[in-house]
């Protein structure tokens, strides 16, 4: 593998370690498994192109982590408020999404960003001339992803934060603490969410284009990278474990850079995709496992 698709991956890995960031919060800390991800990765990608297209750049983010907000609080306030399954509301929202981010990109399923200028070619601009220059998508995506981890870092040890952990972890013993879950679980996938947002909102943006599919599959790349990480580094502080899914997003496009380099079919790399998350999954089952095959292996050594 050379070193211009090492770049690539490395890019692709830091911009998708957001919504990687954003299930380290709803799933691993919440509890909660967003449904919506993939719908909610396109409409940060739909707002911040729009909003790049009519000329206000650095707007974009914002605006586009304010919609995933939206879409965070409306899935939380179906299961919370509405008595709908958390898996049911995910996909509920999911589905609603296609037709507002259709809405947003007006009716067409395609925007060009070729000629509209981004955070990305505003920063090439600056170092311009610069041996920086050829990598102003990895310096915007790694301030991004250290701006989550230290806001992560610092909110999940504070009074709401621990309240949004404890959420997770026993939401009968935050009812008896007078804290309401409901309203932990809905500021919890609100800033999930906005991070979701923000990632598809920087992958447009970098690759100069937005299409509505934009966010297919983002759901299982997201969760197979966070499983990547979490194996690497299970214990730690918290924001070691928010780091390790920056990690685990850089070996899963390594891995799927991989898969292109041996000339698979497009249709193919889907089945990727699952393949690396059941061994993402598997291997620390396989891991604990491991000491009673080989006590098991060895006795029947000494009996044979």
């Not at 050379?2 to 954003?22: D, R």
């Not at 299961?79 to 509920?92: D, F, R």
């Not at 972890?169 to 800033?191: E, Q, R, Y």
């Not at 059941?278 to 620390?284: F, R």
């Amino acid at each position: 593998m050379n070193l211009s698709l090492f770049v690539t991956a490395t890019e692709l890995g830091l911009i998708l370690s957001l919504t990687v960031l954003s299930l380290f919060l709803s799933y691993t800390m919440l509890n909660v498994c967003d449904l919506s991800t993939d719908g909610c990765f396109t409409l940060g990608a739909a707002v911040g192109a729009m909003v790049a297209i009519s000329g206000h750049p650095y707007l974009s983010i914002p605006a586009a982590m304010l919609a995933g907000s939206f879409s965070g609080f409306v899935t939380a306030l179906l299961q919370t408020k509405m008595g709908i399954n958390s898996l049911l509301a995910g996909i509920i929202v999911n589905t609603g999404l296609y037709s507002v981010n259709i809405a947003i990109m007006g009716g067409s399923s395609l925007l060009n960003l070729n000629k509209t200028e981004t955070v990305f070619s505003i920063l090439k601009d600056i170092l311009k001339d610069t041996v920086l220059s050829s990598y102003c998508t990895i310096i915007v995506s790694l301030i991004a992803v250290i701006i989550v981890i230290v806001f992560l870092s610092f909110f999940l040890k504070t009074k709401l934060g621990l309240a949004i952990r404890a959420t997770g972890n026993n939401p009968s013993m935050v009812k008896t603490s007078s804290i309401s879950p409901a309203f932990t679980t809905i500021v919890g996938l609100c800033i999930s969410n906005s991070f979701t947002a923000l990632s598809g909102c920087l992958l447009a943006e970098a690759q100069k284009s937005m299409s509505i599919d934009i966010g297919g599959g983002m759901l299982t790349v997201a969760l197979a990278s966070l499983l990547i990480g979490t194996t690497i580094i299970r214990k730690g502080s918290l924001s070691l474990r928010a780091s390790s899914c920056a990690i685990g997003a850089i070996i899963f496009r390594l891995a799927y850079m991989f898969a292109l380099r041996l000339k698979m079919p497009a249709y193919m790399l889907r089945l990727v995709s699952s393949i690396i998350v059941i061994i993402a999954i598997c291997l620390p089952y396989l891991k604990s496992k491991y000491p009673e095959f080989k006590r098991r292996l060895n006795h029947k050594k000494e009996v044979a």
